[in-house]
């Protein structure tokens, strides 16, 4: 089992140390979790925080053995302001995660795809109108930050009978900062040209590629996520959806040759480790 570079106390500690400091943070909280920190307020981005996959898949055909410990205990996190699901697969909107939060933390907003609004609603027992719905191309604000809904294609872009993208990434404004976070995305014509105005400070992006015996939908790679990040010019580009279950996982090692052939500025995270955007500005 992988060891996350804080767990527990331990990385509760770190969060809440890093609090009163000015600018941006954010930790990787495995497969695409993150949670990200400005001003005081907490985003938590498609957190999976539970064992229900390997539950759930246990003596199948294809089972999802995690391959790194989790975390922390959802319900430990009572300080988060807004929590998003790019998605309804369930490692993107996991009940025995996204329950709990909600639960300590009542305020807390609900960012998903306007699409996916009764199925969010039906898994995680909420009312249907307490989610916040976004829209390829849509913005809103919550929690003192905006997001804008990207269209992702997993493995296609995929629309309900209303024309919404049921598959989203986000692009996130806190204050003078932009992060994107792809959700689970192939490259399709036009991505680039759609996020490169936003000038995005940080790009979050799966590796695990796509591989038609994993029987799961596939992502980008990890040269392909290099190569998104340049295109877009975004200023740092952080890896993840990897190491999370043996069966659908990748090395970072060629993510990592690609970054620097392209010059392309990089972060490998462990999970639990935190990263300072002071880092963009030596």
């Not at 969010?120 to 249907?128: D, F, Q, S, T, Y």
């Not at 990207?150 to 872009?157: F, L, P, Q, R």
Request: proline share 6%; glycine share 10%.
């Amino acid at each position: 089992m992988i060891a996350s570079a804080l767990t527990d106390d331990a990385w509760l500690r770190d969060v809440a140390q890093a609090r009163g400091q000015a600018g941006l943070r954010l930790w990787w909280l495995g497969q695409s979790g993150f949670l990200l920190q400005w001003s005081g307020g907490h985003a938590l981005l498609d957190p999976y925080l539970s064992d229900s996959l390997t539950r759930k898949y246990a003596g199948t055909d294809r089972p999802h053995v995690r391959m790194t410990a989790r975390l922390v205990a959802p319900e430990r996190l009572s300080f988060i302001d807004v929590v998003t699901s790019s998605h309804n697969h369930t490692d993107h909107l996991d009940g025995e995660t996204l329950v709990p939060v909600l639960r300590a933390n009542p305020r807390a907003g609900l960012v998903i795809p306007e699409a996916n609004r009764d199925f969010v609603a039906e898994r995680l027992g909420i009312p249907p109108t307490m989610p916040v719905g976004v829209d390829d191309g849509a913005t809103v604000e919550v929690g003192g930050l905006t997001f804008t809904g990207i269209a992702a294609a997993h493995e296609d872009v995929e629309r309900d009978a209303q024309g919404r993208c049921r598959f989203l990434g986000y692009v996130v404004r806190l204050g003078p900062w932009t992060v994107y976070h792809s959700g689970d995305t192939l490259l399709y014509e036009g991505l680039a040209d759609r996020l490169r105005p936003w000038r995005v400070d940080v790009a979050l992006l799966p590796i695990n590629g796509r591989a038609p015996e994993r029987r799961v939908a596939g992502n980008l790679d990890g040269p392909q996520a290099a190569r998104l990040a340049h295109a877009i010019g975004a200023r740092l580009v952080i890896p993840c959806h990897y190491e999370m279950f043996e069966f659908n996982t990748a090395s970072p090692d060629a993510f990592l040759v690609e970054c620097r052939r392209l010059g392309q500025p990089h972060a490998v995270l462990r999970c639990g480790e935190r990263w300072d955007a002071q880092a963009l500005e030596r």
